[in-house]
């Protein structure tokens, strides 16, 4: 299977400023990854497919890049309800793997 | 509006069987495949399988293989997961998620999540 690799696992971010989030595979996935952003006590949400196509009512401060193993998710000024856990999602090959999540706190 | 809902909490002593239904709305249920994903208290997500709710062919993980089963009943738009030979480390919350192909398999509509609590 597609391990998936998040970094940082926590990243402490003030109100405003820029979060960058890692995702990286153990093979290539093209451009197969989702971005979900998880409040405690919620199911996912999605946030970006295709690596960087954000899904219906996401926010344009949330973008995604990258291809293959490297991938990225920005958000260019954190809002106060952007705290949360972030999880990449790899859907090239099965089975569908998840990585490990990115807690943005505030800072 | 898109909606899964699920079925409620669940406890259950070891060794036994959990069966949790997902319930869609606001879609034809035979168009779009439906996922299972679950979440151990404070810990990530883990792809369990995938049923197509048109024919009823599943595929599932090599972890959960000979344990879960996932049905669906089309005169209810209502998909099932059942879980067998349950143990501790089976606690977790149990997503049922939605795709829009079974090419693109990105989730894009959740259920609430069901909470299995296994203790003896």
């Known amino acids: 299977e597609i391990v998936m690799t998040q970094s940082p696992a926590t990243l402490s971010v003030s109100p405003g400023e820029r979060a960058t989030l890692s995702c990286r595979a153990r093979?290539?996935?093209?451009?197969?990854l989702a971005w979900y952003q998880q409040k405690p006590g919620q199911a996912p949400r999605l946030l970006i497919y295709?690596?960087?196509t954000r899904a219906t009512g996401i926010p344009a401060r949330f973008s995604g890049s990258g291809s293959g193993t490297e991938f990225t998710l920005t958000i260019s000024s954190l809002q106060s309800e952007d705290f949360a856990v972030y999880y990449c999602?790899?859907?090239?090959?099965?089975?569908?793997?998840f990585g490990g999540g990115t807690k943005v706190e505030i800072k | 509006q898109v909606q899964l809902v699920q079925s409620g909490a669940e406890v259950k002593k070891p060794g036994a069987s959990v069966k949790v239904s997902c319930k869609a709305s606001?879609?034809?249920?035979?168009?779009?495949?439906i996922h299972w994903v679950r979440q151990a208290p404070g810990q990530g997500l883990e792809w369990m399988g995938i049923?197509?709710?048109?024919?009823?062919?599943?595929n599932y993980a090599q972890k959960f293989q000979g344990r879960v089963t996932m049905t669906r009943d089309t005169s209810t738009s209502t998909v099932y997961m059942e879980l067998s030979s349950l143990r501790s480390e089976d606690t977790a919350v149990y997503y049922c998620?939605?795709?829009?192909?079974?090419?693109?398999?990105?989730?894009?509509?959740w259920g609430q999540g069901t909470l299995v609590t296994v203790s003896s």
């Open positions: 998620a939605r795709v829009i192909t079974m090419r693109d398999n990105w989730f894009d509509t």
């Open positions: 606001g879609y034809t249920f035979t168009y779009h495949y």
């Open positions: 049923i197509n709710p048109s024919g009823g062919s599943t």
């Open positions: 093979q290539s996935v093209t451009s197969n």
């Open positions: 295709g690596a960087s």
């Open positions: 999602q790899q859907y090239n090959n099965w089975p569908l793997t």
